[in-house]
Every structure is written in structure tokens, then in C-alpha cells.
């Protein structure tokens, strides 16, 4: 099972302001299958990155995605308030499917 | 427009068993994998069972293999888990989701709002 450790836990920030998030698998993820998907409490976790970089439908330019092998990162180029939530990553490349512990973003 | 609405959650005693449901609309139902990932309170996401668009193929969690099946009835574009030998580790919000393609082995682009689980005497 390749385990996902995602970092900072919480990261405290302002709107306007850059995220950076990060996400490292335990063993290389096949073919750059990973996604992020963005959780806010009483709703449905949306998809925003699918295979390492590529945004999906409606998901505003402001998010990006990179990375390879073990080592991945989300960045939220300026924080909008709609931003503040919980971020998980998930690796779907072997056959056992993982997703990370999530990175909550919240209001400084 | 894409809609996955699940139902069949409740208050279930250790050791019992409860069938969630998942209804779909909007897409091809048996053109897509379809998968359950949980949520326990205060918890991240747990990807907990997928299977195929023709349903052959499923696929499950260690932590419910042998206790829970899913299954899919593509005449009436519904999704099930079957959940037996529920533990008290078991209580979560339970999504459905679908699969962005007939295989189960991709991300996820629509889910559902989710149906809650708690498993307590």
C-alpha cells in the first residue's frame, strides 16, 4: 500500500495570499496517477488536479499542481475566501487506492 | 447534470448489517467505475471499495474485505454496499462517487453528498 503523508497539517493564511501544499507518497505513484480534491464540512469533496498537473472542469486557474515520483505539490496562487478548506491528496496507480490525511486551510 | 444521491444510512448495532445505496443520473451509468470512500468524524478520506462499469470487477480496502460487497445494478443505474460484521470503527459519512472511466483504478470527478453510518449498542 503506498502511504501518503500530506504537510503542514494547518496552514494559516490570508486571503490574497499563496498556498503551498504538499503531498509525499512512501514509494514511487505509476504513471503520475495522483489528484487533489478540495473538502469543505457538510458537502461533497470536489475534484480539482487529476494526474499530477491537469485541472479538471470549472476549476479556476489560480490552482496547479506539479510534482513526480514521491514528492507532489497544490498551490493556490492568491487565496480567495471560498479557498478556506481541507485539501487531500490521492494516489490511484496501484491497486490498493490511498488518499493522504489532508492539509486544512484556514483564516488567519 | 451529474447526481449521485445516497441513502440507506442509520443507527446499526455492532455486529450487524445495513445496505447503503447509491442512485445515479446525468452519465452512462455502465460506462463507469463506480467507488465508496468513508469519512469518520474528525477523519480524512478513506477509499473503501470500487468495482467496474460491467460490475465484474471489485475491488476493496483491507479493512472491509470479507465483511462488506459492493455491487451495481446498471438496469436501474444504482450502486450498493453491502455492509456486514459492522465494527464500531465502521461510523462514517459514506460517499459514493463516480469514476472517470470504466476502470476503477482513476480519480474521481463527481460524488455525492454523503450518508451517515454509526455503528453503537
Known amino acids: 500500500e503506498i502511504v501518503l503523508t500530506q504537510s503542514p497539517g494547518t496552514l494559516s493564511l490570508s486571503p490574497g495570499e499563496r498556498a503551498t501544499l504538499s503531498c509525499r507518497a512512501s514509494q514511487s505513484v505509476s504513471s503520475s496517477y495522483l489528484a487533489w480534491y478540495q473538502h469543505k464540512p457538510g458537502q461533497a469533496p470536489r475534484l480539482l488536479i487529476y494526474?499530477?498537473?491537469n485541472r479538471a472542469t470549472g476549476i479556476p486557474d489560480r490552482f496547479s499542481g506539479s510534482g513526480s515520483g514521491t514528492d507532489f505539490t497544490l498551490t493556490i496562487s492568491r487565496l480567495e475566501p471560498e479557498d478556506f478548506a481541507v485539501y487531500y491528496c490521492?494516489?490511484?496507480?496501484?491497486?490498493?487506492?490511498?488518499f493522504g490525511p489532508g492539509t486544512k486551510v484556514d483564516i488567519k | 447534470e451529474v447526481q449521485l444521491v445516497e441513502s440507506g444510512g442509520g443507527l446499526v448495532q455492532p455486529g450487524g448489517s445495513l445496505r447503503l445505496s447509491c442512485a445515479a443520473s446525468g452519465f452512462t451509468f455502465n460506462n463507469y467505475a463506480m467507488t465508496w470512500v468513508r469519512q469518520a468524524a474528525g477523519k480524512g478520506l478513506e477509499w473503501v471499495s470500487s468495482?467496474?462499469?460491467?460490475?465484474?470487477?471489485?475491488y476493496y480496502a483491507d479493512s472491509v474485505k470479507g465483511r462488506f460487497t459492493i455491487s451495481r445494478d446498471n438496469s436501474k443505474n444504482t450502486l450498493y454496499l453491502q455492509m456486514n460484521r459492522l465494527r464500531a470503527e465502521d461510523t462514517a459519512v459514506y460517499y459514493c462517487?463516480?469514476?472517470?472511466?470504466?476502470?476503477?483504478?482513476?480519480?474521481?470527478?463527481?460524488w455525492g453528498q454523503g450518508t451517515l453510518v454509526t455503528v453503537s449498542s
Open positions: 468495482i467496474s462499469g460491467s460490475g465484474g470487477g471489485t
Open positions: 462517487a463516480k469514476v472517470v472511466s470504466y476502470y476503477y483504478a482513476r480519480h474521481f470527478d463527481y
Open positions: 494526474d499530477v498537473s
Open positions: 490521492q494516489q490511484y496507480g496501484s491497486p490498493l487506492l490511498t
